[in-house]
Structure formats: structure tokens, C-alpha cells
């Protein structure tokens, strides 16, 4: 059973810092891993799709890497602002047609 | 408007009662989903349907139904609600093909309470 963690749970960090949010799991043979965006009692947006043939994404200020071989994804997210601030979950979607979601990084962005 | 819409966005129950939430996507995706999200447990299959005559069960399913009335609605429903299936619940939906191909897109969510 594929399983997906995301380290750290929660991070404060101040205003124009770079950081990075990673994402492990367990189980390599994957189709695709997705990052996403949460607001408080909101639904979830899709930040950047990576097919398990690509090796990065980028949008923005968002940069995601996959390494499939080691089971790790990163968010990069440069020069963080306040409005960053949410929970970012990454999902990877494998074999039997499954989508498995990590428990989160709740981050805070403060000005 | 939303590209995913659910309906209603919250609702308070009492156990026993059937309950019906309801999904409906314009972006012509034919995968639909439902998941449950928990404090703790994180978000969750509930079931999942690749097309109108396909319907599959995910993790948690017991005590729950699914419609797939059309490529574009799939509604939710628990025939005896109980309190345990408090949870905030999303709909989503993902293409087949193309360079998206498994990208999801969530609805804003659905918060029941049963009481």
C-alpha cells in the first residue's frame, strides 16, 4: 500500500525567505504526483502536476522536483510572501487507479 | 462560476437520516471522485468513477453510495447517516488523456455534521 509523508507537518518562516517542502513515498512505480494548495475549510487548488516521466515543474515562484527512484518530492517556493501561507499536500496517483495523500505542511508566512 | 460545484456547501444532519450531496463539473472530465478529509487522517477515496457505467469503490466506502447520473454530475449519498461521518467532503474530477491527464480538480467542499 503506497504510503506518503510530508515533512516538516509546519513551518513559520518570515516574509522573502526561500523554502522547501518535501514529500516521500513509498511505492515508485507511479503515474503521476501532484501538489496542491489548501485554505483554511477550502477546497484544494492544484499547484504543479508531474508526470512520472519529468523530473520538474515550475510555475511562478513554485518549483517541483520528482526523483522517482527515491521516492522524494520537492516544493521550492522562492521569496515566500504572507499569502503563501496555507496548507500544501502532495498526492502521487499509482498502480490500481489510486490517488494517496500526504498529511500536509501547514505553513505561516509572517510579514 | 466553479468548474467543480457542490451542493450543499454545508449541511447539519441527525443519525439515521439520508443525506445526498451532489457534484457537477464543466470542464467534460470524465473521472469523478469523493473524498473525505479529517482532522488527522487527511483526505480519503471514498468512491471513484471513470465513466457514466463505471463505478469503483475506494478506501472507505461502507455506508456509502454513488450516482453517476451523467458524464457530469456523480452525487454522494449516505442512506443512515451517523455521527462518525462528520467530515468535510470534496468532489473532484480528472481528464483521461492529454498533457493534464490526471491532474485533479477539486470542488470547494461540502461540510457535514451529523449529529
Known amino acids: 500500500k503506497q504510503e506518503v509523508t510530508q515533512i516538516p507537518a509546519a513551518l513559520s518562516v518570515p516574509e522573502g525567505e526561500n523554502l522547501v517542502l518535501n514529500c516521500s513515498f513509498t511505492?515508485?512505480?507511479?503515474?503521476?504526483l501532484q501538489w496542491f494548495r489548501q485554505d483554511p475549510g477550502k477546497g484544494l487548488t492544484s499547484l504543479l502536476l508531474i508526470q512520472s516521466s519529468q523530473r520538474e515543474q515550475t510555475s511562478g515562484r513554485l518549483n517541483a522536483s520528482l526523483d522517482k527512484s527515491s521516492g522524494r518530492s520537492t516544493l521550492y517556493i522562492a521569496a515566500s510572501q504572507p499569502g503563501d501561507s496555507a496548507t500544501y499536500l502532495c498526492a502521487v496517483f499509482n498502480a490500481g487507479n489510486m490517488l494517496t495523500f500526504g498529511g500536509g505542511t501547514r505553513l505561516m508566512v509572517k510579514p | 462560476d466553479a468548474d467543480v460545484t457542490q451542493t450543499p456547501r454545508n449541511r447539519i444532519t441527525k443519525t439515521g437520516k439520508r443525506i445526498m450531496l451532489e457534484c457537477s463539473q464543466t470542464?467534460?472530465?470524465?473521472?469523478m471522485y469523493w473524498y473525505r478529509q479529517d482532522p488527522g487522517l487527511g483526505l480519503r477515496l471514498i468512491y471513484y468513477?471513470?465513466?457514466?457505467?463505471?463505478?469503483n469503490k475506494g478506501e472507505i466506502s461502507d455506508g456509502y453510495s454513488v450516482s453517476r447520473q451523467a458524464q457530469a454530475k456523480f452525487s454522494l449519498s449516505l442512506e443512515s447517516a451517523i455521527p462518525n461521518q462528520t467530515a468535510l467532503y470534496f468532489c473532484a474530477t480528472s481528464a483521461l488523456t492529454g498533457s493534464k491527464a490526471g491532474e485533479l480538480f477539486f470542488g470547494e467542499g461540502s461540510r457535514l455534521t451529523v449529529l
Open positions: 470542464k467534460g472530465h470524465d473521472r
Open positions: 468513477s471513470f465513466d457514466v457505467k463505471d463505478i
Open positions: 511505492d515508485s512505480a507511479i503515474y503521476n
